[in-house]
Structures are given as C-alpha cells and as structure tokens.
C-alpha cells in the first residue's frame, strides 16, 4: 500500500483538528488514529449528559496518578477522552482561551515570536464561530461553535450576585479585554449541542477520499529508521501488529498519551528506557518531565430550596433537549464562574479561576451525594509544582505512571495559594444572595477558620479539575522536547501537537488553547510542505 503523507495519532482536540486541515488538499493523504470507540454515545452530545460519563470506561482512559505525598498519598482520578474528539467529548465545554501574557511567555520560553499573544489570536478566530457575531476578539465562520448557554439554573445566578456583593465585578465575556469577574461561561456549543472537535472538525469532512478515520486503534509505537519516523506500529489483537508506513507522523494523543508512545519508541531518558528493555534512539530526558495540572478545590453547601440539578428527572430532561435543544440537557452544568487577581499574585494576570455547579459534586460526581446542594470549584492558575510520567512497562496497554507533584514546590507556595482559593469560596457562598438557599456546610463539614484546618481539607478533598500539559514542552533549550514548530528533537518527520508542548498553564481551561495549537501547526506543516 502507498504511504500516507501524514499519520495523526490521537483523534482528540488537536488531532480532529489537523485531520481537517491537512487533508483540505486532496493531494494529501492523510490516516487518523484513535484507541477509542466512534463517538456515537448520545451522552456525549447532550451537553448535560457529562453528569453520566464520569463512570463510563469504554469512552475513558480512566488514569489514576500514583500516591500524591503532599495528598495524603491519595491516587487522584484522571479522567481523559478516549473516544472520536477525545477529552473534548467529554468535557464541561468552558471556551477560554488565556491572556496575553500567557502566550507572550510561550514566545519567549520558545524563542519564536509566532507563538505571542497577537501571533496566536488569529488562529484562534480562525477556529471559532461565536454566536455573539464578529469582533476584534471573536471570530465567526469558523468549524467551532461558541455559545451562551440556552439555559442556566437559578443558583447559577445566584453565585454571580454573591460575587457581586463580596467586591467582584461581573463579566460577561472571560475572552473579552479582561478575564476579571464573575459570570456565564460561553460554551463549545452549538445548537444546543456539545461541539466537540470531532463535532465540528472532523464529522463535516469525513467523506473526503483522501482522509481516513481508523477508531479502536492502538499505537504501540512510532517506527524510526535512521533518526527518521518512516510510520507507526499497531497492536491488533492480542499477539499481532500492523506496520504503517508515513512520509510524516504527528503525536496528537495528549500530555499523557504522547509522551509515553514517544518513550515506547526509543525517545525519552536514556537510562529510564533502559530499565524497561527499550534501546532508545535519542536520548530525550525532557520526555515526561515538567508535567503541569490545575489542583482544584470544592466547596459544597446543603440547599433549603429543590432547585438544584441533584435530582432531575433525567427522562424529561432528556426528552426535551431532544426535541428543543434546550432546557437543562442543554446545561454544561458548569455554568459559571469566574477569574480573580488574589492580593499574592505574582504579576498582572488573574492567579484564581472559580467554577460553579448547581448540584452536589463530590469526586467528580462520582460519589453521588444525598439531597440538594452546590458547588464552587476554586483552582490557583500558576502552580510552581511540577510532576512526571514515567513508564510502568515496555507494554502499551499498560497506563503510564502519573507522579503529579501537587503541592511540592519547596517555598510552599502552592498550598498557600490553595488555601486562598478555599477561603474565597467560603467568602463567597456567604454572601447574601445564598441566604434562601444556604443550608449546612458539606465540605468541609463544618466551619474552618485557620489556614491549618484548611490545608488540611485541601489535602484530603483536592482534585484535579483536568488540566494536564507541558510533558513535551517546546522551548530553545536542550531539555525541550519539540522546537517551535513542534518537531521533535533528533528525529525527523516527527512533531507533536497536543496540550503536552504547552511550556506552562495557561490562564484557565485548555481545550480551546489546545484547538489554537492544532490550528497554527497545521499552517506550519503545510507551509512547510
């Protein structure tokens, strides 16, 4: 068979994205990749069917970290997309993008102006299709839809009141000129319907004949022959593999995914490699390394008032949206939240972003709770800690090791950062625009005052609120894995575009910095070609 001209391993937020775009010329022919299943799940593009795909292993990777020393040596739950639009079909849909210092930073840290703030805007309009109309910050006609919420539960209106009251301004637009405030997150919908990047990227131009869509498809490992990536090795079935032959590989399988088929093919810590009896190619110990995620905190009360969404009917529910498109399937349950500069931060970015549900939420909605409630997530934006992945096994099938390094900056700042973002949530949900809802704390359990007490809450009930990047950071340096162009280091025809080049968090969610990624390599790749 002829080779492709490019294999996309990983169908999610950036891999449906340059499946797309590369294969817009017909002359390309182009194979993508995904270990999962079709996204054919009807929860998944009801936007309130996130509430039922915590617990579903067929469209999950289900990782765990290993013991978190600075958790109590808890393993925290690691949920990511393993299905057709990846963790974008399974996510709560906030569209965010950052600010400008983020991307101002990831130009410096690559050396590479075209990754600056008002290099990358363009290709993040490019992307987008706001219902709201065009401006200088929002684009429209672009394959991704951004939405106001259809629908949107009264104490999600409530939290926006109370952030009000307690000295917040509110916010209409978090992408607008100033993330500052309290708001309703416009959403990666449209319709009323989640619009994944599968949804929107790949779906319209699956009929191409020059681009094919390989689902339950598992990459062992990249084929590399003479510091050249020639194509990919699939496992099929228990015993037999598949050989794939490619003028170009892309790594699009994310901060987990990636890293780990980079360390099964030879790339990665020499010695570390070693230990698992793989002979490596290039000796990259930037592999894994600088892991970066958003711990986040929650803060629940009892409601007074049955107006929550802990106890829908989920027949009606479901039954509406799919003749309307509307009424709260259409919730992304996430409904709002905001972004806070704290008195420690440490230059002019907001260092606090808060989400707030209308519903009980304990370990991510999958220990469900009794009677009504809410919830206020709150998550420091700019840890110091880093973690790493390293191997289990030579085995693909087995999951890597996640050491996420939460809280292990030596200065301690990040707890202490924590520890604010507890009590600003506690300041919060006191405000009398709670008065007729607020019942009994339910975490924590009682009323805390001292930051020890709080430290400690954060240590038993801290989560990850899904942010994982920076496993292949690019950068100018000799630890950086992938130049500025995502190419990966000591081998040609490879590069990476997910989450894990990201050299540091961005201020806020990463779906929608993730699509600008896949979107300004895609010109990259076919610039070059």
């Known amino acids: 068979m002829k080779p492709y001209d490019y294999v996309i391993v990983g169908a999610g937020s950036a891999g449906c994205v340059l ?50 020393p600075a958790l109590n040596q808890r393993r925290l739950w690691w949920p990511r997309g393993k299905t057709l639009g990846g963790s974008s079909s399974i996510n709560a849909m906030c569209y965010i993008r950052g600010v400008a210092a983020d991307y101002d930073s990831w130009a410096e840290a690559s050396g590479d102006a075209r990754w600056s703030w008002l290099q990358v805007l363009p290709w993040f309009l490019r992307s987008e299709d706001n219902s709201r ?16 919420l259809r629908h949107h539960n009264v104490l999600s209106a409530a939290l926006i009141e109370a952030a009000a009251s307690a000295g917040y301004p509110r916010n209409d637009d978090f992408n607008g000129a100033q993330p500052a405030g309290f708001g309703l997150y416009q959403v990666t919908q449209r319709n009323g319907a989640r ?93 894994g390394a600088n892991l970066q995620d958003h711990l986040d905190i929650c803060t629940l009360d009892a409601s007074t008032q049955k107006v929550s969404y802990d106890h829908l009917n989920e027949l009606g529910t479901g039954l509406r949206w799919w003749r309307h498109r509307d009424g709260p399937g259409s919730s992304n349950v996430a409904e709002a939240g905001g972004f806070v500069r704290s008195g420690l931060a440490a230059d002019a970015r907001c260092d606090l972003q808060f989400h707030f549900v209308p519903a009980l939420l304990d370990d991510h909605g999958r220990h469900r709770l009794p009677g009504y ?20 096994s030579a085995d693909p099938e087995q999951p890597i090791a996640i050491h996420a390094g939460y809280l292990s900056d030596p200065e301690g ?37 001292s930051d020890a007490e709080y430290a400690d809450f954060i240590r038993r009930k801290a989560e990850t609120i899904y942010h994982p990047v920076g496993s292949c950071r690019m950068g100018k340096d000799d630890a950086a894995v992938v130049d500025s162009e995502l190419r990966v280091r000591g081998v040609q025809g490879l590069r990476v575009v997910d989450a894990s080049v990201m050299p540091s968090l961005p201020t806020g969610n990463t779906n929608a910095p993730t699509i600008m990624i896949a979107e300004r390599a895609s010109a990259l790749i076919l610039g070059e070609a």
């Not at 409630?373 to 289990?392: D, E, K, Q, V």
């Not at 520890?419 to 809802?437: T, V």
């Open 373 to 392: 409630g809410y919830t206020l997530h709150a998550c420091y934006l700019h840890p110091h800690s880093r973690g790493r992945l390293r191997l289990h």
């Open 133 to 148: 109309g065009a401006s200088a910050l929002h684009g429209v006609g672009g394959p991704l839809g951004v939405s106001d």
């Open 195 to 287: 619009c994944s990047t599968a949804a929107a990227y790949l779906k319209p131009v699956r009929q191409r004949e020059n681009l094919h869509v390989r689902t339950h498809s598992l990459v062992e490992r990249v084929l590399i022959e003479r510091d050249r990536a020639v194509g990919v090795q699939l496992r099929r079935g228990r015993h037999d593999s598949e050989r794939i032959e490619a003028g170009k590989v892309i790594l699009a399988a994310g901060a987990i995914n990636t890293p780990q088929l980079l360390m099964l093919s030879g790339l990665g810590p020499a010695d570390h490699l070693r230990e698992h009896g793989i002979e490596p190619c290039v000796d990259l110990p930037g592999v």
């Open 413 to 449: 700042h990040d707890l202490k950062m924590m520890i604010a973002a507890a009590r600003l949530s506690r300041e919060i949900l006191d405000q009398p625009a709670f008065a007729a809802y607020r019942g009994a704390p339910v975490f924590p359990e009682r009323r805390i005052r």
């Open 19 to 68: 499946a797309n775009r590369l294969s817009a010329n017909p002359a390309n022919r182009v194979l993508l990749l995904e270990a999962g299943a079709a996204d054919w799940n009807p929860l998944i593009h009801m936007p309130a069917g996130i509430a039922r795909l915590a617990n579903n292993r067929r469209i999950n990777w289900n990782y765990r970290t290993e013991p978190e």
